[in-house]
């Protein structure tokens, strides 16, 4: 699908634009990998001019692998929003921590449902990831995936109550609507804290709850890195619920085709599956975005 050129400013109208899309589900395709072509049109675009990011509700160990060939050149948004972080010198920009007493209620609630999920925290610009059990079977695959695909570590605990005294920036949890909906509504109602809830892009049978304090989502983090970078304009990419905070901090916003609808009824245009490099074909269409030599900002 070819986008609508006439609703997007031209980049060469002495504009400092960044590029940042999510990952999964729009940057990665349904193989959870980005393709060459993809790889070389965001490589090519960079070095030409283009400021590239990305905003996902993944963590930092992931998505260093995942993004490994792209040469990213801001820092990036991680678990929807709760930190910022760069990747060339492997340190946290920006961290938004829960209330401890927040937290404290959480875990009272995780363990009144009986939810298993996993803990986050951030201690010297180190991620640790705790969990309790591995009741629920996402929670046996996600471990598998990370610890075999990532190295990623992971901690048990007795309690989680035991990872107070260490600040925690993050729960999230996969398991069935059913199960998580009514946790999600009663967490809701913690001072202090912002949910998300939404369909896992993989496996239709389960639902992600994600957990983290009030001052953190993908919107507070672009408009973070707007400031701080002085960005003239923004354009997002995304497919799912999480993402609607994306696009409302950017002046152009794109849903790949397989975008939740609501996704789509809110973005300015809707591009070409994340199985069709609809990011990079997208920004390729965009007049002025591409150009035989020099910079475009």
Known sequence: MVISKKTIMN?????KILVISDLDGTLLNDRKEITEYTQNVLNRLIEQGLFFSVATARTAATVSKLIEKIHVNVPIVLMNGVCIY???????????VMDKQSAK?????????????FLYTIQDHILNTFYQNTDSPHAVEFIKERVEGFGKVFTKVNNFSDCLK????????????????KACDKIRMIKGLRCEFYRDTYHDGFWYLEVCSEKASKYN???????????????????????????????RSFAVMNAKSEVKEKASEVIRSNDEDGVARCLIEIPGMEKDGGRWI
Request: glycine letters at 8%.
């Open 11 to 15: 980049p060469g109208d002495n504009n």
């Open 86 to 96: 760069d990747l060339q010198n492997r340190k946290y920009v920006n961290i938004e």
């Open 105 to 117: 209620n959480l875990i009272l609630l995780i363990r009144e449902f009986g939810l298993s999920g």
């Open 166 to 181: 260490q600040s925690p920036v993050y729960y999230s949890v996969a398991d069935t609507e059913e199960k998580l909906k």
């Open 221 to 251: 983090a672009v408009e973070f890195l707007r400031n701080q970078y002085g960005f003239d304009q923004i354009y997002g990419f995304g497919d799912n619920l999480n993402d609607l905070s994306l696009f409302e901090a950017c002046d």
